[in-house]
C-alpha cells in the first residue's frame, strides 16, 4: 500500500478558500456537486462519482475502495446517497486544514440565512408579547 499519495483536492482546498473567500468557496462546491451528482436523482451516487471524478476533480486513478469510502463518509444520513449538503461537509472534513483556516468564513456565509429566519421569528413572538390584560 503507497502512503503519502492522498487525493488532490486536498491541497486544492485551502487555495481556492484564500482566493475565493467563504461564499466563492462555497458556491465553488456546490457547482462541483452538480458536475458530480447523478442528474436524475439529484444526488451523487457511487456511479456518478466514478464516472465523473476524473473529469471533475483531475483525479485520474481514483481507486474503487477510495470511491467507496468516500461515499460512506460522507453519507451522514445512511441512506446510501451524498446530498449537496453531506458533499460539502465531506469536502471540509477531507481538508482539516481548510477547516481551521476558513470554517468561519462558512458559517458566515450560512449564519446570513438563519439570521434571516431568526429575525422573522422574533417578529412574531413581538407580537404576542404586547397583549396585555386590563380588566
Ligand atoms: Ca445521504
Redesign the pocket.
Same mark, same amino acid.
Not at 74 to 83: A, F, R, T
Given at each position: 500500500m503507497a502512503s503519502g499519495g492522498g487525493v488532490d483536492f486536498e491541497d486544492l482546498l485551502p487555495m481556492m478558500a484564500t482566493k475565493l473567500g467563504g461564499e466563492g468557496l462555497v458556491k465553488e462546491l456546490c457547482n462541483g456537486f452538480e458536475l458530480l451528482m447523478d442528474k436524475e436523482k439529484g444526488?451523487i451516487t457511487l456511479e456518478s462519482l466514478r464516472s465523473n471524478a476524473a473529469a471533475v476533480l483531475g483525479i485520474e486513478d481514483m481507486k474503487e475502495d477510495e470511491l467507496v469510502s468516500m461515499m460512506r463518509e !460522507? =453519507?451522514? =444520513? !445512511? =441512506? !446510501?446517497?451524498?446530498?449537496q449538503m453531506?458533499f460539502c461537509v465531506l469536502m471540509f472534513r477531507l481538508s482539516p486544514e481548510l477547516m481551521e483556516e476558513s470554517w468561519f468564513l462558512i458559517e458566515q456565509a450560512l449564519q446570513n440565512h438563519d439570521d434571516e429566519l431568526v429575525s422573522n421569528n422574533n417578529k412574531n413572538k413581538n407580537k404576542n408579547n404586547s397583549n396585555s390584560s386590563i380588566s
Open positions: 444526488v !460522507g =453519507d451522514i =444520513d !445512511g =441512506d !446510501g446517497y451524498l446530498s453531506e
